[in-house]
């Protein structure tokens, strides 16, 4: 039987210049972007959905604002013990 793959996302769209401001508001500190043209073979867009992590594992998101989803990872990133 071959593994399966799940989605865990929020489940809202977010595009990277609500990431970038989610990560300064949480950070407190400007994030430097490098512009550049997509490189060949990154795709225009890309989408994680949810629904079978939902309907299969009984999964939910804790969080699905994508500031509270940095946030989380911010605070695990600044704790970690290794």
Do not use: M
């Amino acid at each position: 039987e071959p593994n399966e793959i799940y989605f865990t996302s929020g489940g809202t769209e977010s595009d990277n210049w609500a990431i970038k401001a989610a990560c300064e508001a949480v950070n407190g500190r400007k994030c430097p972007l490098v512009y550049a043209a997509r490189r060949a073979g990154d795709p225009d867009r890309l989408f994680a959905n949810n629904a079978k992590a939902k309907e299969i594992l009984g999964w939910q998101p804790h969080y699905t604002d994508i500031r509270d989803i940095v946030a989380t990872a911010w605070k695990w990133e600044q704790n970690k013990k290794f």
